[in-house]
């Protein structure tokens, strides 16, 4: 099935409203694309004057809080981006799952609340390195799917591979693996979600940059990336959105 590519920048806890000029370049970038989308995925603090600045880009944030509202100091709602002009979110992450302690029950709450606001929501699964070197990769992502997949898929669910070896760290995942990862994931999402699981998009993450981007995106059942330090400037980031643009 052709499924559209999505090119997702993450911010993570970088850049200023100095930083936002890198969007222009961007944007004019993806506007050159018409045939894939790209996001940028920003701090909190960032996401009304991104989305001011460009607003034909899909601006996201990368983290949000299962309920609408309440007693939750320091948290931001799924309702509460929308308002800001968010209209994508990355729930999961791997450094959120390790720094925050985020266990897939608690994703899959927070991909519930980001759906049902009609947020993009890209969740992120991925093995740590001795996963891997045990040869559990496999088993360690299908149970995070298992654990933190809600209970439908719509268009707007986006799954991200990222194995945590591979995240900053200029390693990346060989194609043979990658392939064997996303074809795992497929069938997982297939299985679990019939005809739907086949229109969910699964991205690569993981120091995708210009030089891997290409081979990367020849991979089947691989729809796009989700890219962190190569996001974070216009030089590094147009390349990676040419690439998918094929
Ligand atoms: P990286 O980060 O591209 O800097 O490896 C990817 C991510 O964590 O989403």
């Given at each position: 099935m052709a499924r559209r590519k999505l090119i997702a920048g993450n911010w993570k806890m970088n850049g200023s409203s100095a930083a936002l000029s890198e969007l222009d370049i961007i944007a004019a970038a993806a506007k050159a694309a018409p045939g894939l989308d790209v996001a940028l995925c920003v701090p909190f603090t960032l996401i009304a004057s991104a989305k001011a600045r460009v607003p034909a880009l899909i601006i996201g944030a990368q983290d949000v809080h299962a309920r609408t509202y309440g007693a939750h100091t320091g948290c931001i709602s799924a309702t509460m981006l929308l308002e800001a002009g968010a209209t994508a979110v990355i729930v999961g992450h791997s450094e959120r799952r390790a720094e925050?302690?985020?266990?897939d029950a608690a994703v899959r709450a927070k991909v519930e609340a980001a759906l049902s606001v009609g947020l993009t929501t890209i969740l992120c699964v991925g093995e740590s390195e001795a996963e891997r070197d045990a040869g559990n990769h496999l088993i360690t992502v299908q149970s995070q799917l298992d654990g933190s997949l809600p209970d439908e898929a719509s268009g707007l669910l986006v799954v991200a591979y990222e194995p945590i070896w591979a995240i900053g760290t200029g390693k990346t995942a060989s194609t043979e693996d990658v392939a064997a990862m996303h074809r795992a994931i497929r069938k997982r999402l297939v299985g679990r979600f019939g005809a739907a699981g086949d229109a969910v998009r699964i991205l690569y993450g993981g120091s995708v940059k210009s030089d891997n981007a290409a081979e990367l995106f020849g991979v089947e059942d691989v729809d796009g990336a989700l890219v962190g330090g190569a996001s974070l400037t216009a030089a590094a980031f147009v390349p990676v959105i040419e690439a998918a643009a094929g």
């Open positions: 925050q302690f985020e266990s």
